[in-house]
């Protein structure tokens, strides 16, 4: 294991960087950072963010296990993986996405196939949730990792912005529900080569009878199940690693063949790039880039693209009072 990463409090970061200097580490400026600190070939990094721990280097295990966990978490987890979520070293699917809330780019799932050894495989190698990784680097690096460790037993669905924009307007007309469609496409490509796995997990975001209702054949017998925070199982988050890997390597490929940088989320030099993209090539250019139905697209070209509806509100109204 050459890498560690968890959430801490203010205080617990407080307690960390006072047991590290006990320790012996040398403390050094990084940017983003609360503190970083190095000790033979082993560093300690806080992030602001968060804030989180990330520790890198030699005998990261070794330092997890019996200063970390002990002295500050309070939690012994690491190693123990199977007796405090045995679930996650079953037989099963994890499925998760990439880019549903990004204005450029594709709409990417990806399932992934664990049972025991998989699943050990893959904590040891130190896979967690896509988005506790910041680099990309390691994003490429984990995905060939999650590759030759499930056996190959790995989907993708990518919905590029053409297509995604057409199944948007022309038969889903809602994210929720082509978001069940794909999730349902890659669970029955993973159940023609894993016939007998019974189970499939995902994060929650619909009812679950919104990916049942797509199954065909192959998925008809499988558990599908959600729940949140399911990135915290390991096929969950092998899944969301695969998925970002690609949806990273879409928006390099097509900026690179438009010569343009396309960035990720919704930010405002995201309007900027989509503006120069209209000005240069018209309205009907977003369609080949960009997912038309965010608000992001009526802002840069009213007159081409009608503003989204108004949510509506899911919670239960309180009853009338007599």
């Not at 978490?73 to 007796?83: H, I, P």
């Not at 053409?162 to 889903?172: I, S, T």
């Not at 975001?205 to 998925?219: P, Q």
């Not at 120069?276 to 139905?293: C, I, M, Q, S, Y």
Request: glycine share 8%.
């Amino acid at each position: 294991m050459n890498s560690y990463t968890h959430p801490l409090s203010l205080g617990q970061a407080t307690k960390l960087r006072a047991l590290l200097e006990e320790l012996g580490f040398e403390f050094s400026p990084k940017e983003y950072t609360l503190f970083f600190a190095q000790k033979n070939k082993l560093s300690v990094a806080v992030y602001e963010k968060g804030p989180k721990v990330l520790v890198q280097g030699r005998d990261v295990e070794e330092f997890v296990q019996f200063e970390l966990e002990p002295k500050i978490l309070r939690e012994a987890k690491l190693g123990y993986e199977e007796v405090h979520s045995p679930e996650m070293f079953e037989p099963h699917f994890g499925v998760d996405e990439s880019g549903k809330g990004d204005f450029f780019g594709p709409l990417v799932i990806s399932g992934v196939y664990v049972d025991r050894g998989i699943a050990r495989k893959l904590v040891d190698a130190g896979v967690v949730d896509s988005k506790r990784i910041s680099s990309d680097a390691r994003i490429h690096a984990l995905t060939d990792t999650i590759r030759k460790s499930s056996q190959g037993l790995v989907e993708t669905v990518l919905i590029g912005p053409a297509k995604y924009n057409e199944l948007y307007e022309k038969k889903f007309g809602n994210l929720n529900r082509l978001l069940g469609w794909g999730h349902a496409r890659v669970i029955e490509n993973l159940l023609a080569r894993k016939p007998g796995c019974q189970r499939s997990l995902s994060d929650q975001f619909a009812d679950v009878r919104v990916i049942e209702a797509s199954l065909l054949r192959h998925g008809r017998n499988v558990v599908i199940e959600q729940r949140p925070r399911a990135e915290s199982d390991i096929a969950v988050a092998a899944a969301s690693i695969v998925a970002r890997e690609a949806f990273i390597n879409w928006l390099e490929r097509k900026g690179k063949e438009l010569g343009v940088r396309l960035q990720r989320g919704v930010s405002a030099v995201v309007k900027e790039t989509a503006k120069k993209l209209v000005e240069t090539n018209g309205p009907d250019a977003l369609r080949e880039v960009a997912k038309v139905h965010f608000r992001t697209a009526h802002e840069i070209a009213p007159e081409h693209y009608a503003p989204p509806p108004a949510r509506e509100d899911w919670r239960r109204r309180a009853a009338p009072t007599a």
